[in-house]
């Protein structure tokens, strides 16, 4: 087989939708494992839905997920740019090339101008409506000769050009998903390839670009399978060797509806935002539809290009389980370097107004530690102020357990021995933090579960929870004298 030759081709219509990395991501690990080439090629014909910045975006969001390529479009300090022997990649650049395919099918007899209006086309679709027909194009200007055509275009009348689908004849092609498709021509519309603008369509770029790109495999959202046939009929009218089809199941909700924007966060970019790690989204993005032929399921990006292959893809959509990707994700965070996860966790912190980003690179020791403390409890970073509060407000006792705890007979006696062994201390640092509870120990006699539980009561207000020499350094000195103030309090009003 030619060497292996695949495609992203989004559309830039704002940002990259979770369904679309995941077709990506399976180009990619496709690509990746044939020592194939995956290019990003943008499809952005449709001029009515351009968004500025779009591509831009959508590039940020395959590097920030790990997913790249080797050839087409990328960004270069802040500029777009393109590379490869098969350019220009954005097919709005390319438009003379569609052209010059065009003209050709029209000289063929495989293309013909269409000048009916919108009016007619639309009262066409309703009466075919009302009689229970398919809706699709009549054929009105099938008969059109080409020279009368043309002269009406010279004339200055609006025109688009139009496949010319034989009539009554089974297209049949392979996916390595659903197996072999069959459809009749009759099913299909007389597809428009040129539009009154002169862009081409989708399904007219599409070809001529994967053939002259040389792609191999075409691995795509499953809502483009019933395209598939009037590319397959364009293929046989240029006379070029078809590519290999991998239609992908669509990414459902849990009702099983198809992902929408509607229902929340659909953007790679949301799920940044709420603190996934690539890493983690990845994974999990990478079983929404296939699954590995051990049933693994926490795979590394190298692990999964050794173990993609399409005959794993389901044909049943993927159902996108968000307590799953919260599982895969936690994994993750309980991997990552803390250091790494602390610059990570900042921007969250900050937000949440518990410590300002621009006094953080004096305090890493002491932000590395935090988050070390709540990293296990983890399932995205959004999570971290929550999970960390506990630290930086007041003291707040929310377990009946912990009160009952505190209510111990030993408990004034310890209470004292900590303040007064704080107040012999400058300052706490983690040496002395680890070394604290023996001296208390050692002053009072308390041991075991009287001195550990009451201790965690009364500077976390809980009876669980993480090391608790790491919460002695975490609160330092004064707030923990203040807490044990307020545990005193506490007591009283109790
Ligand atoms: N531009 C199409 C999209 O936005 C690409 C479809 C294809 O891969 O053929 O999904």
Not at 332 to 350: F, G, Q
Request: charged content about 30%.
């Amino acid at each position: 087989m030619s060497e292996v030759r695949v495609r992203f081709a989004p559309s830039p219509t704002g940002y990259l939708h979770i369904g679309g990395l995941r077709t990506a991501l399976y180009n990619y690990l496709f690509a990746r494992k044939e020592q194939g080439t995956f290019v990003l090629r943008i499809e952005d014909t449709d001029r009515t839905r351009f968004v500025e910045g779009a591509i831009e975006n959508l590039i940020q969001s395959l590097q920030w997920a790990g997913v790249d390529y080797d050839e087409g479009v990328f960004v270069e300090d802040g500029e777009i740019v393109q590379k490869g022997e098969y350019g220009p990649y954005i097919q709005s650049q390319r438009l003379d090339i569609y052209k010059k395919y065009v003209d050709q099918l029209i000289e063929q007899g495989d293309a013909y101008y269409c000048f009916c209006s919108k009016d007619r086309l639309d009262k066409v679709r309703e009466e075919q409506k009302i009689k229970g027909q398919i809706p699709k194009y009549d054929g009105l200007c099938r008969g059109i000769p080409i020279e009368e055509a043309k002269k009406r275009i010279e004339e200055g009348e609006e025109y688009v050009v139009r496949l010319k689908l034989p009539h009554n004849k089974d297209i049949t092609f392979h996916d390595a998903v659903r197996g072999n498709i069959t459809i009749n021509t009759d099913e299909i519309d007389d597809q428009v390839l040129m539009k009154s603008d002169g862009f081409p369509t989708y399904h007219m770029a599409v070809v001529v670009d994967d053939h002259l790109m040389k792609i191999t495999h075409i691995v795509r959202g499953e809502e483009w399978l019933s395209s598939t046939p009037k590319h397959i009929m364009l293929y046989e009218a240029f006379g070029w060797e078809k590519p290999e089809y991998v239609h992908l199941p669509a990414v459902l909700n849990q009702d099983r509806k198809k992902l929408s924007k509607r229902q929340g966060d659909v953007s790679v970019e949301d799920f940044k935002e709420r603190g996934y790690l690539p890493e983690g989204l990845i994974n999990y993005l990478a079983l929404v539809g296939w699954s590995s032929d051990d049933n693994e399921e926490i795979l590394s990006m190298d692990q999964l290009i050794e173990k993609f292959t399409f005959d794993r893809v389901s044909k049943a959509g993927g159902i996108f389980d968000k307590h799953k990707l919260d599982w895969v994700n936690a994994h993750y965070i309980k991997e990552y370097p803390t250091e790494r996860l602390t610059e990570l966790a900042i921007p969250y912190l900050d937000k949440a107004g518990l410590f300002p980003a621009s006094s953080a690179k004096g305090h890493m020791n002491w932000l590395n530690t935090l988050i070390e403390t709540v990293k296990d409890s983890l399932s995205r970073l959004e999570e971290v102020p929550d999970k960390t509060a506990f630290i930086f407000g007041d003291l707040e006792i929310t377990e009946d357990e912990a009160l009952e705890v505190l209510k111990g007979e030993q408990v004034p006696e310890l209470l004292d021995a900590l303040e007064e062994e704080l107040n012999s201390v400058e300052s706490i640092d983690m040496e002395y933090a680890k070394g604290l509870m023996k001296k208390i120990q050692k002053k009072t006699g308390i041991k075991g579960k009287n001195l550990y539980m009451p201790t965690r009561a009364a500077i976390s207000g809980n009876i669980h929870g993480p090391e608790l020499q790491n919460i002695i350094y975490l609160l330092g000195k004064k707030k923990m004298l203040k807490r044990i103030e307020r545990v005193r309090e506490i007591l009283k009003e109790a």
